[in-house]
């Protein structure tokens, strides 16, 4: 049996103290009302630092200008892109049906007449659209003062979901990877492997963050819905009454059943991995192989269901932050990135608990197999997240291409960053045979390739929430440490409920002799 | 590589009381035997096919490709399906070799070699079409980026199309050289049991001298290895580009992220699909049902039940996201796939990629031959069917409504096809009457552990002495 150190007990504390210190305070001093946001910009303005935030709010002004000279072309399309950048928007006209087009410009149009005359109105950011139709006709004098307003109110907003989209990546992050090992958990079920049966308990013990991370990130979702945070923008009726596209989108994108499906998702990974776990411990004593037949079965079903329900709630929980743009490989591209994050999680607590003795029968040849998945899931990651990319770059069609435009300009780091920390890193690490079964090599790669993932989840989200007000500060530092604290918590705590070794898996001979 | 105790719930992979001797006699037997009459018949058929297929490309050739049934609008058709649909089927080879080694599955041992001659022979079909598809095939080198007079005139690298040259000419090497590779052992066996000296002769040159020493073995190994690695991202990569084809395109229906790993998945798919309809003849005609076994026929149906699901689903998403998308062309040409005038391949395509492998999800019917066999037929024509929706009806109705019209194929678009798969059965019936058709020196490595022989023999030693641990160091 694994009893919890008292050492790493403490550090999990630790690390939760500090990380709700790092979200309380990023929390407190985001901007409460627009006069607070438009000091923060002055302060930037007047101080000259933070490079690129400083740099891109003279470049976003300029976009305005040009927005509103290609205003008779805008429509309800910028609403979100503007949020973030303007200049993408004024483009993005050209991509659009010609029906549509006429469709969105007299909803422009109307929505401008109706708007005119109302300056000084608190406007809702997001009725955006009907500001650059009403720019046009309102002349350009109006424009310029108009549009520093336009632009504190974006940034506004942006400030306020940081602390927000800041907790949800890290709650996301962290529930992802106990999904993606309770995948490859039931893979190696499914699969009959015969080398993993020993690190089963290991799978076990971290897929108990399941529901903790289950409950996090639903009662987010539930949040947005509730409109306390502003993460989806969709949910925002004032958003959808002016958007066009948006509206078109609400038999899929509305606040119940997208709560409906995460509920059915997040209960049927629940159940299988109560229900996997039950039987895994049921076969240690049982005198049959029942359990082990039924847990086989178990995992073919819960795979299936897994195929279905993870494409789907990755449009719902990521893609649909960016309402506008869409990607038909986006789910399976989020999969391979939290699956080798979990794989990846597997091998550090594997390591982790063999240094302190717990594992007989793990030997290097275990960890060389998952060095193996290290490796191999980044490469597919890499592929996957090329293909999207280039797709998408080489057609150049305007209204997909402003995801990936908004991220080169505006996350240029991060955005090709992680492609070394999740490709270049871990391929030249773990190609070597005999890396792979060296533990200090394991460990580097996978706080590499964990690094690189979280980085993965924070352009995913950040872009559509913040824009270009991003930096990495004490609200993500600490959201990321408060759920890393939470995650070692309930991990080792599960660890020591059972015998770190499954006795009856009928593989488990085969898994405690394996050597490659 | 693995360890040598396995445990009792594993079923044998070879069946029947076989020694190492019985294997070789059993894989050489074929070769070293004579055809009877079903062979040469199936090969006067396939060889008229073939013959019919020349005859076909000769005339597109000499008269043009406006003998096709292509048009303005419709620029690719058969020509393309047919392509990519000979490159996915070439996939299951690689798959079962390079991925299969990779996963340290025993049960590919029996029908890796078959399998990957299925591959090079399916590349060879797929080639032509690229060739005999352009309007001036004899000039098919400029495809090279090979210096010239014309100030070195260069090619554009930025289309697929010729990332496709580079993508099927290196997968077409590098599976002949790991398949051959994999040979030379068992060359050299046919080669040490030829008795006319002209069998010897050419054995001896085929086999290259194999003596099979302990450091050939070890490299031979390592080289496997290597080659696995290496042809794993390259059956990945080789049917993404063919998917970039599309994908790249402004065409709706064809501009989609997801096309690159869900045709990859449909090539797993179909090679698997024709993997098995060749081995379930094969098992039967060359005595070889003790090497490939119900289980290994159950295996490559549940590779095409799961591969056949991730298709499904890409199908579903493709669906979804067209709607979501709220692009009307987009959604237009996923109307037209289902209701247009080609609904019935579409619901074809469906039937036979979708509603076909899920029944593989009984045992009974996954591990039935006649079933097995149909099913994989069915999988073939709805592969089939997949690449001419995709290519087809995306092209006859898109943006421009005045450009809206039909495709309708000609007996050359059709002799070109049937001649590729004449073509296809002449290369593979010879490689089954002159090639070991399993690869016999990998099968007698898993003799101990996975023979029913030896498993019977470590039961009954298992039962004298009830030390498990001891038990594993046999």
Redesign the interface.
């Known amino acids: 049996m694994y009893t919890f150190s008292s050492k790493l007990k403490t550090f999990a504390f630790v690390l939760m103290v500090l990380g709700a210190l790092g979200v309380g305070y990023s929390f407190f001093t985001a901007p409460k009302t627009l006069d607070d946001a438009k000091a923060i910009i002055e302060a930037e303005h007047a101080h000259g630092h933070g490079a690129e935030a400083h740099g891109d709010a003279h470049h976003d002004d300029a976009h305005h200008a040009e927005a509103a000279h290609d205003a008779h072309a805008e429509h309800a399309e910028t609403v979100v892109v503007e949020k973030t950048e303007a200049e993408v928007a004024a483009t993005a006209h050209d991509s659009v049906g010609a029906a549509e087009i006429k469709a969105e410009t007299d909803t422009v149009h109307a929505t401008a007449t109706a708007e005119a005359g109302h300056e000084g109105h608190d406007h809702d950011a997001h009725a955006e659209a009907a500001h650059a139709g009403h720019d046009a006709h309102a002349g350009h004098e109006a424009h310029a003062a108009h549009d520093a307003d336009h632009h504190a109110e974006h940034v506004f907003h942006q400030l306020q979901n940081k602390p927000w989209a800041a907790v949800y990546v890290a709650a996301l992050f962290f529930f992802l990877i106990s999904l993606g090992v309770l995948a490859f958990y039931a893979i190696q079920n499914a699969a009959q492997a015969g080398w993993s049966p020993v690190l089963f308990r290991v799978m076990e013990g971290i897929t108990g963050y399941l529901v903790w991370g289950a409950a996090i990130v639903l009662a987010l979702l539930v949040a947005g819905v509730l409109q306390i945070h502003h993460i989806f923008i969709w949910m925002d009726p004032e958003v959808v009454a002016h958007d066009h596209l948006i509206q078109g989108k609400t038999g899929f994108l509305n606040g119940p059943f997208f709560l409906i499906r995460a509920v059915v998702f997040m209960g049927g990974w629940i159940f299988y991995r109560y229900y996997s776990r039950k039987l895994s411990l049921a076969q240690d004593e049982a005198t049959d192989n029942l359990s082990y037949k039924k847990a086989f079965k178990a995992a073919a079903a819960f795979l299936v269901f897994f195929i279905v329900t993870e494409s789907i709630s990755s449009w719902d929980w990521i893609m649909s932050v960016d309402p506008h743009w869409y990607s038909t490989l986006f789910g399976w591209y989020v999969f391979a990135s939290f699956f080798v994050s979990g794989i990846t999680t597997i091998a550090l607590i594997t390591l982790y608990l063999k240094s302190r003795g717990y594992l007989e029968y793990v030997n290097t040849s275990h960890i060389h197999d998952l060095a193996k998945f290290m490796f191999g899931i980044s490469v597919f990651w890499t592929y996957l997240w090329f293909s999207q990319f280039m797709l998408m770059w080489y057609a150049d069609i305007p209204e997909e291409v402003t995801y990936f435009k908004m991220r080169i300009e505006n996350y240029n780091l991060p955005f090709f960053g992680m492609v070394a920390l999740n490709f270049v890193f871990p391929v030249l690490i773990l190609i070597n045979t005999d890396f792979k079964r060296l533990s200090w090599i394991v460990t580097l790669a996978g706080i590499i390739i964990l690094t690189g993932h979280y980085i993965d989840f924070y352009n995913m989200i950040m872009p559509a929430t913040v824009g270009d007000q991003w930096f990495i500060g004490a609200g993500e530092i600490g959201a990321v440490l408060f759920f890393l604290g939470l995650f070692i918590f309930v991990v080792f705590t599960t660890l020591t409920k059972q015998p770190l070794l499954a006795k009856r898996n009928p593989l488990i001979e085969e898994s405690k002799h394996f050597h490659y | 590589?693995?360890?040598h105790?396995?445990?009792?719930?594993?079923k044998p992979l070879i069946i029947g009381d076989k020694n190492y001797h019985d294997v070789t006699v059993d894989v050489a037997r074929p070769v070293e035997g004579r055809a009877n009459k079903q062979w040469w018949i199936a090969f006067a058929i396939s060889l008229t096919a073939f013959l019919w297929g020349v005859a076909s490309v000769a005339y597109t050739v000499g008269h043009g490709i406006g003998t096709w049934g292509s048009n303005k609008t419709v620029g690719w058709a058969w020509d393309i399906t047919n392509f990519v649909w000979w490159v996915g089927i070439g996939h299951a080879g690689t798959l079962i070799s390079a991925v299969l080694l990779?996963f340290r599955q025993k049960w590919r041992m029996a029908i890796n070699r078959s399998a990957e001659a299925m591959t090079i022979f399916s590349v060879v079909q797929a080639a032509m079409f690229p060739v005999f598809h352009m309007g001036r095939p004899w000039l098919a080198f400029y495809v090279m980026p090979i210096p010239n007079q014309y100030g070195s005139l260069w090619v554009n690298f930025n289309s697929p199309l010729l990332w496709d040259v580079f993508a099927i000419s290196t997968y077409l090497s590098v599976s002949l050289v790991f398949w051959w590779t994999g040979l030379l052992p068992d060359f050299a066996m046919l080669r040490d049991r030829a008795i006319t000296p002209f069998t010897k002769r050419v054995y001896s040159i085929l086999s290259f001298g194999w003596s099979g020493r302990a450091k050939d073995w070890q490299r031979f190994e390592e080289v496997s290895l290597v080659l696995a690695g290496l042809a794993t991202?390259l059956v990945?990569?080789v049917h993404?580009i063919v998917s970039?084809d599309f994908?790249?395109?402004?065409i709706p229906g064809w501009?989609?992220?997801?096309?690159?790993?869900y045709f990859v998945a449909g090539a797993i798919f179909s090679g698997f699909a024709m993997v098995n309809t060749l081995l379930i003849i094969m098992r039967k005609v060359s005595n070889l049902e003790a090497y490939i076994t119900i289980q290994h026929i159950e295996l490559m149906n549940i590779v095409i039940m799961i591969t056949g699901?991730?298709v499904g689903?890409?199908y579903?998403?493709?669906l979804f996201?067209a709607w979501?998308?709220?692009?009307?062309?987009e959604q237009y040409a996923f109307l037209n796939r289902a209701t247009g005038p080609y609904w019935w391949s579409y619901w074809l395509m469906m039937t036979c990629n979708v509603i076909s492998p899920q029944v593989m999800w009984f045992k009974k019917i996954r591990t039935s031959i006649t079933v097995s066999f149909v099913i994989s037929l069915v999988v073939n024509v709805g592969m089939w069917f997949e690449r001419f929706v995709i290519i087809v009806t995306s092209l006859h109705r898109d943006y421009l409504p005045s450009s809206w019209t039909m495709f309708q194929p000609t007996w050359v678009d059709a002799g070109f096809y049937i001649g590729t798969i004449g073509f296809f059965f002449v290369l593979f019936l010879l490689y089954s009457r002159s090639f070991p058709v399993i690869a016999q020196a990998e099968v007698k490595s898993i003799m101990k552990t996975s023979s029913e022989t030896y498993k019977k023999l470590h039961a009954a030693h298992a039962h004298d002495d009830h030390s498990?641990s001891e038990h594993?160091h046999h």
């Open positions: 590589m693995s360890s105790y396995e445990a009792p719930i594993r990779l991202p990945l990569s993404t970039f994908a790249t395109s402004v501009h989609t992220t997801i096309l690159p790993p699901s991730i689903v890409a579903i998403t493709e996201v979501y998308s709220g692009v009307e062309y498990h594993n």
